[in-house]
């Protein structure tokens, strides 16, 4: 199964939950956000849910985007109309210029591209390289563009410039995160009952099983939705109200897999308290930031943008 979630980051909340089968791909459910945007808001997209009709979609009811952008779709000046080449733009440390995205959808927005580490560009021409689909022949320019971030967006350059949107566009690891710690160690694999072996009913029992599959899958996205918005969240903010800590996610996660036993047994989360405070928790980094604390920054931001 495929299952597509719609996160709010500034309430640590889920918007949309669904499941949909494997064989579906991304882009189908990149509109699903839209019945959810109000003016203002922030959506950031990677290249899994990049289509140019949705983000014209999110611009048109006056809320912002945030996406990586897929090369070789068709890039123009925005003053002549002229068609970009990226390999003639991309220069220095950071580009931040006004295109016109799509021959069809023609999306005015910015391309904002910052270059990338050596060692994290090699890594990513390595990878390229070695790509296992044979049918692919990465271009020259391809190969040039791996050294870049790039993004299109909608957003001011005056409110956020190349060097807040690599640190906005960081907050999309968070729903990252979240998948990883389902997977990794919620065990879900584990948690679906194994299908019954060959017999005169079978019809019958697949029915069944069927049922018995779906129970499981519900049960499981019941406990998750419960731990994001009760533990995580409500549970987690109190933590760092009163300890001055951040919860981490991926922590989180591996403490309740481990102590599954006691927290059925806990009456109350706050008993719980210390304990995650202490075990779950990001620790403390001057050099590198956790997602948590950027996005404490972003909203601090955003808050004196506003106020000036």
């Given amino acids: 199964m495929r299952i597509q979630v719609t996160y709010s980051l500034s309430s640590g909340t889920f918007k949309d939950l669904s499941m949909d089968s494997f064989t579906d791909n991304d882009q189908g459910a990149s509109g699903n956000i839209i019945r959810f945007l109000k003016a203002g808001d922030l959506v950031i997209r990677d290249l899994g849910y990049f289509t140019l009709k949705v983000l014209k979609q999110v611009a048109s009811l006056n809320a912002f985007f945030l996406s990586r952008c897929r090369y070789g779709i068709n890039l123009y000046d925005a003053k002549t109309g002229e068609p970009l080449e990226l390999g003639k733009v991309l220069k220095g440390s950071a580009i931040d210029i006004q295109v016109v995205a799509g021959a069809k959808e023609k999306l005015p927005c910015r391309l904002v591209a910052v270059k990338l580490p050596d060692r994290v560009a090699n890594e990513r021409r390595r990878k390229a390289k070695n790509d296992r689909d044979k049918r692919v022949n990465h271009s020259k320019e391809y190969m040039q563009t791996l050294s870049w971030a790039i993004f299109i967006t909608n957003i001011e350059s005056d409110v956020w410039g190349p060097w807040e949107i690599l640190q906005g566009y960081r907050l999309r690891w968070q729903i990252e995160i979240i998948f990883k710690g389902w997977k990794s160690h919620l065990n879900m694999a584990a948690m679906v009952p194994e299908a019954p072996r060959a017999n005169k009913n079978q019809e019958k029992y697949l029915q069944m099983y069927k049922y018995r599959v779906d ?28 300890h001055n800590r951040l919860v981490s996610c991926l922590k989180l996660y591996a403490f309740i897999a481990d102590r599954k036993e006691k927290i059925l047994e806990c009456t109350a989360l706050e008993d719980m308290e210390t304990d995650i405070a202490y075990y779950a928790t990001y620790e403390k980094r001057k050099k590198r930031l956790n997602n948590l604390k950027i996005l404490l920054h972003v909203f601090d931001y955003q808050q004196e943008y506003k106020q000036s």
């Fill in 215 to 242: 129970s499981a899958i519900l049960r499981i996205l019941i406990f998750i939705t419960i731990f994001q918005i009760t533990i995580y969240t409500s549970l987690g903010f109190k933590i760092w109200q009163k």
